[in-house]
C-alpha cells in the first residue's frame, strides 16, 4: 500500500507545492510528540489526567465533556488575507512543547491555504470575467459580419472577395497611407486597432488611425476599434514570418517612404475588418479558456488535497495523543469542522465558474458537442503500454549483438586503425558517426524525460506540450533503440559485402539509401510512427531555420541550443549529402566535395549557423520582450561563432597567428559559456544560497550531484583544447577520436538541459505559475488613449 504522502507528493501541482500543506513537516511534529510521550512517565501522565477529569466533575461539569482545544477565528482588515485562525491548548496539553509547536504549525498551513486559495480563486475570477467580455466582442463582430453578407446579398456567392466589415477612413493632420497598404497592414500588424463608429444613416462604419509609440510592447501601430460604443483594440501577435515582414514593411512604409503621399478627405478611403482576422481572435480566445479550465481544476486538486491532508494528518494526532488514547476525546472532529468551514473548502465560485466555461466552451467552440470539448477541456493522457517496454528490451538486445558483431568485424578487417581503408572512413563511417551521435542525443533526451517526471519537473507545461501527444521516456528510448538496431544492422551486412569481396562502387549505394529511408519516415505523411511528435520537430525546426522571423518559445530556443552541440553531425551529414547528391559515390572520388570551393564555404557557414540561429532568436526575443538579459546572452553565441570560425579557418591554414586566434576566441567564448551555464542558465553560484556555491531550492537531495555537473560541464566545455593539442589515441584512426569528442559534447548537453528545466522549473514555481497567460485580441481603450 503507497503511503499517503508519496500519493500527495504525487498528485499535487508541482509549480504550487509551496502553496499546499507542508504534510511532511506536520508528520516531523508529530513524531516529536510521540517521543515525548514515550520518555515520559505513562502513569504520572495518566493519573494527571484523571486527576483533571475529577475536578470538571467536582465542579459540577459532569454533563459538559472535557474540551481539548478550542480554534479561534480572527477577522483582518484586508480582504485579500481572509480570516485568520488561531488554536487555544486546553490544559491537558499545555504541559507539551511539542503539541504547541505542532498546533502553531497546522494553524499556519490552514491560513496560507486559504490565503492562496483566495488570492487564485480572484485571479481565475477576473480571467473569467475578461474572457466572457471578450466572447460578447467576438460574438458581436462575428454577428456584423454575418449581417454584412446577408445584406449584400445573392452577388456575394458569386465574388471571390473575403467576408469583411468595409468602412471609411477619416484622418488628422498626419494623414494615412492609401487602402492597399491598410488593408494589408491590419491583416498582420502586431496591434491592430481600428476605430469604428456606425453611421446611422448610410450603415457604414467610419474608421479612425491613431499611431503610438510603446516602448515596452514594442507595437509597430495602434488601431482602435469603436463598436457599439466600446473603444477596443485588436491585438494579433507577430507570431509567423507573413505578419512580421508586413509590420516591418509597414512601419518603413508608413514612416520613411510615404509620408508624402498620404490622403486624407472627408471621403476617406475603404478599410476591412475580416473574417480571417477573426478568426486569429477566436484562436486566442479558445486557448484563454482552455487554460483557464486547466487553472480551475488545478485549483479544485488543491482544495481536495489540503483537506484530505489535514484529515490526515489530525488523525495522526490522535493516535499519539495520549488524552486521546485516555479520554476517547479526538482533536479530529474539532479541528477538521473549522477546516471545512474555513473559505478554500467553503467557496463554490471557481466550481460555478468552470461550469460556466464549460458551457461557453461547448456552445461557442465545439458546436454543442460536449465530447468535442472534453477533447480540448479534459485531454487525455496517453496510457504507456507495456508492448513498448517489451520492444525496447527487444530490440536493445538486437544492438547490442549486432554492434558486437560489427565491432568483431570491424577489428578483423582493421578498419579503424590509423592505416586504415580511407576509402571506407571518408564514405561510410561519417554515416555510422551522424547516426550515433543523433540517437546519442535522443537517448539523452529520453533519460532526460525520466529524470524530469521522477523530480516532478514539468517539462510539459515548460515546452507546451499536448498531453495526448507527447513522448514518454519509453516512446525515446523505443525509437533509439529500434533506430540504431536498423543503423547498425544495415552498415554490419555493408561491410560483410565488403569483407566478402565486393567492390565499393557494388555496395557503397547502401549507406545512401539507408540516409534517404530515414529522410522519408521523417516526412511521412501518414499518420505512423509517431507522426504528431515528426511534424511537431519539423516544425520548430523551421521556426529556427527562419529565426528571427518566428515568435520564439521555450521549445524553439532549446532545440536551437541542442543543435549546437551537434556540430559534427551537421558536417558530417553536409558531407554525406555533397558525396551522394554530386554523384561522387559513383566513381568513388570523396574528395571531389574537398576540392569544391562552394562546399569548403558550406562547411564554413555550417560550422556557425547553430550560433546564428540562435543569436537570432535572442535578437527576436530582444525585440518581442524589451530585455537586456537577451542582448547579453547574443553576445554569447557571437562569441562561439568567431570562436568556430577561426578554428575552420585554421583548419584550412594551419600557421601560428590562426592557432594564437584560436586559443584566444575560444578562451573568451569558454568563459563566456561557462559564466551562462552556471549563473543564468542553472541559477546555481548564489553566494549568500543556504547550499554553498548552489541555489536555495534544489530538486536533487544529493549536493554532490550539482557539484560534480559543475566540474564535469567545466572539463567538457574545454574540448576545443583539441584542436591544439591535437591528442589521439594510439593506433586509432583520428576521426573515431573526433567521434569521441562530440559524443562527450552531446553527454554535457544532456546533463545541461536536466539542470536547464530545473531552473525553468523553479522560477515557475517561485511564481507559481501552473497555466500559460494567453494574450487576448480585443482591449478596452480610452479615447484619449
Request: aromatic share 14%; with cysteine; charged share 25%.
Amino acid at each position: 500500500m503507497v503511503k499517503f504522502s508519496k500519493q500527495f507528493e504525487g498528485q499535487l501541482v508541482p509549480e504550487w507545492k509551496e502553496a499546499f500543506v507542508d504534510y511532511c513537516q506536520l508528520k516531523k511534529d508529530i513524531k516529536k510528540i510521540h517521543v515525548v510521550n514515550n520518555d515520559q512517565n505513562n502513569n504520572s501522565k495518566k493519573r494527571n489526567i484523571f486527576s483533571s477529569l475529577r475536578k470538571y466533575t467536582f465542579l459540577g461539569y459532569k454533563q459538559r465533556e472535557p474540551r481539548v482545544i478550542q480554534v479561534h477565528r480572527k477577522l483582518t482588515a484586508t480582504a485579500s488575507t481572509g480570516d485568520m485562525y488561531e488554536t487555544e491548548l486546553l490544559d491537558q496539553f499545555a504541559d507539551t512543547d511539542a503539541a504547541i509547536e505542532f498546533f502553531a504549525c497546522l494553524d499556519h498551513q490552514l491560513n496560507k491555504v486559504n490565503r492562496f486559495f483566495r488570492t487564485k480563486e480572484k485571479e481565475f475570477l477576473e480571467r473569467g470575467d475578461s474572457l466572457k467580455k471578450q466572447m460578447e466582442i467576438l460574438t458581436e463582430l462575428k454577428t456584423a459580419l454575418k449581417q454584412n453578407r446577408h445584406a449584400k446579398g445573392p452577388s456575394l456567392q458569386d465574388s471571390k472577395d473575403e467576408d469583411s466589415i468595409s468602412g471609411t477612413i477619416s484622418c488628422d493632420e498626419e494623414s494615412i497611407k492609401d487602402t492597399a497598404d491598410i488593408e494589408h497592414s491590419l491583416e498582420n500588424l502586431t496591434e491592430d486597432e481600428v476605430k469604428l463608429s456606425e453611421s446611422p444613416k448610410s450603415g457604414e462604419l467610419a474608421i479612425m488611425r491613431m499611431k503610438k509609440e510603446d516602448g515596452k510592447n514594442r507595437s509597430l501601430s495602434r488601431r482602435v476599434i469603436n463598436f457599439q460604443g466600446k473603444n477596443l483594440r485588436i491585438h494579433i501577435p507577430l507570431t509567423n514570418p507573413t505578419r512580421t515582414f508586413s509590420a516591418i514593411t509597414y512601419l518603413f512604409w508608413d514612416d520613411l517612404v510615404n509620408q508624402s503621399s498620404k490622403k486624407c478627405g472627408p471621403e476617406g478611403h475603404k478599410l476591412h475588418v475580416n473574417k480571417k482576422k477573426l478568426h486569429h481572435a477566436e484562436k486566442m480566445i479558445r486557448g484563454a479558456f482552455i487554460e483557464l479550465y486547466k487553472g480551475l481544476g488545478y485549483l479544485k486538486t488543491y482544495r481536495n488535497l489540503n483537506m484530505l491532508a489535514f484529515a490526515k494528518i489530525l488523525k495522526k494526532f490522535d493516535k499519539v495523543s495520549i488524552f486521546s488514547q485516555v479520554t476517547n476525546k479526538q482533536v479530529l472532529p474539532i479541528y477538521l469542522r473549522v477546516v471545512e468551514s474555513s473559505y478554500f473548502n467553503s467557496s463554490d465560485k471557481a466550481l460555478k465558474l468552470a461550469d460556466e466555461v464549460e458551457e461557453l466552451f461547448v456552445k461557442q467552440f465545439a458546436e454543442d458537442d460536449k465530447r468535442k470539448a472534453m477533447k480540448y477541456l479534459k485531454p487525455t493522457q496517453r496510457k504507456e503500454s507495456h508492448a513498448v517496454t517489451f520492444f525496447i528490451g527487444l530490440f536493445a538486445g538486437c544492438f547490442i549483438a549486432l554492434f558486437v558483431g560489427y565491432v568483431i568485424m570491424a577489428h578483423i578487417t582493421g578498419l579503424y586503425r590509423s592505416n586504415s581503408d580511407t576509402m571506407y572512413m571518408e564514405t561510410v563511417y561519417p554515416v555510422l558517426s551522424m547516426f550515433s551521435l543523433l540517437f546519442l542525443h535522443f537517448f539523452m533526451y529520453g533519460c532526460n524525460i525520466f529524470m524530469w517526471r521522477k523530480t516532478r519537473i514539468n517539462y510539459s507545461f515548460i515546452f507546451e506540450l499536448s498531453p495526448t501527444k507527447e513522448l514518454k521516456y519509453g516512446d525515446v528510448f523505443l525509437i533509439c533503440t529500434t533506430s540504431m538496431t536498423v543503423v547498425v544492422g544495415v552498415l554490419f551486412v555493408h561491410l560483410l559485402l565488403v569483407a566478402k569481396g565486393y567492390s565499393f562502387a557494388q555496395v557503397q549505394v547502401i549507406p545512401g539509401l539507408l540516409l534517404l529511408v530515414f529522410i522519408i519516415v521523417l516526412v511521412c505523411p501518414f499518420n505512423i510512427i509517431y507522426k504528431s511528435s515528426r511534424y511537431r520537430l519539423l516544425s520548430v525546426i523551421r521556426n529556427i531555420v527562419l529565426s528571427p522571423l518566428y515568435k520564439v518559445v521555450m521549445l524553439d530556443f532549446f532545440m536551437a541550443d541542442q543543435l549546437c552541440s551537434q556540430v559534427p553531425m551537421l558536417r558530417n551529414l553536409e558531407y554525406i549529402a555533397c558525396y551522394y547528391i554530386t554523384g561522387s559515390y559513383k566513381t568513388q572520388d570523396y574528395n571531389y566535395c574537398m576540392r569544391t570551393t562552394y562546399y569548403r564555404d558550406l562547411a564554413y557557414a555550417v560550422s556557425f549557423l547553430p550560433y546564428y540561429w540562435r543569436a537570432m532568436q535572442c535578437a527576436r526575443r530582444w525585440f518581442d520582450e524589451g530585455h537586456k538579459s537577451h542582448l547579453l546572452n547574443l553576445g554569447k553565441y557571437v562569441s562561439a561563432m568567431l570562436a568556430a570560425g577561426a578554428k575552420v579557418a585554421y583548419e584550412k591554414e594551419k600557421s601560428v597567428g590562426w592557432l594564437c586566434l584560436v586559443v584566444i576566441m575560444s578562451t573568451a567564448a569558454t568563459v563566456y559559456q561557462l559564466y551562462w551555464d552556471f549563473v543564468k542558465d542553472w541559477g546555481l553560484l548564489q553566494f549568500n544560497s543556504k547550499n554553498p556555491w548552489l541555489r536555495d531550492e534544489l530538486m536533487l537531495r544529493q549536493k554532490f550531484i550539482y557539484y560534480f555537473s559543475l566540474g564535469l560541464n567545466l572539463v567538457l566545455r574545454l574540448a576545443w583544447l583539441q584542436t591544439v593539442f591535437h591528442y589521439n589515441f594510439e593506433k586509432v584512426d583520428y576521426r573515431v577520436t573526433m567521434l569521441f569528442l562530440a559524443a562527450l559534447e552531446v553527454v554535457r548537453r544532456g546533463q545541461w538541459n536536466f539542470y536547464r528545466l530545473e531552473n525553468e522549473h523553479l522560477n515557475n514555481a517561485g511564481k507559481f505559475r501552473a497555466v500559460k497567460t494567453v494574450p487576448l485580441p480585443f482591449h478596452e481603450v480610452d479615447e484619449q488613449d
